[in-house]
């Protein structure tokens, strides 16, 4: 069993950034391809990002598209959600998961390990 770790949350103004960072409990488990998601209050879990195992194909949800940025360290061992512009509709609970295929990285069923989540928060 892989436990994956999120850490960056917090509290943030409208228009401020936060990076939120995902790694391996286990610093043997090369991170494969991984992904964000979120949920909101009263809402169900939606993807926000993805990325490949090398870092060479990103896939972003509509919603956050030019705001959020995915990344991967591989020497690290560390995904990265870089995410700019915030607003009140981007606080949630988000997530890491990893190793889903590459076609379904937008599929949460997908994901074989999952963190426990790191609380978002924006204020107006």
């Known amino acids: 069993q892989v436990l994956l770790e999120e850490s960056g949350g917090g509290l943030v103004q409208t228009g401020g950034s936060l990076r939120l960072s995902c790694t391996a409990s286990?610093?043997?488990?090369?991170?494969?391809?991984m992904g964000w998601f979120r949920q909101a209050p009263g809402k169900e879990r939606e993807f926000v990002a993805g990325?490949?195992?090398?870092?060479?194909?990103?896939y972003y949800a509509d919603s956050v598209k030019g705001r959020f940025t995915i990344s991967k360290d591989n020497a690290k061992n560390t995904v990265y959600l870089q995410m700019n512009s915030l607003n009140a509709e981007d606080t949630a609970v988000y997530f890491c998961a990893a190793n889903a295929p590459l076609e379904l990285l937008r599929v949460a069923a997908e994901y074989d390990y999952w963190g426990q989540g790191i609380q978002v928060t924006v204020s107006s």
């Open positions: 286990d610093r043997t488990y090369s991170l494969p391809n």
């Open positions: 990325i490949s195992w090398s870092g060479g194909t990103t």
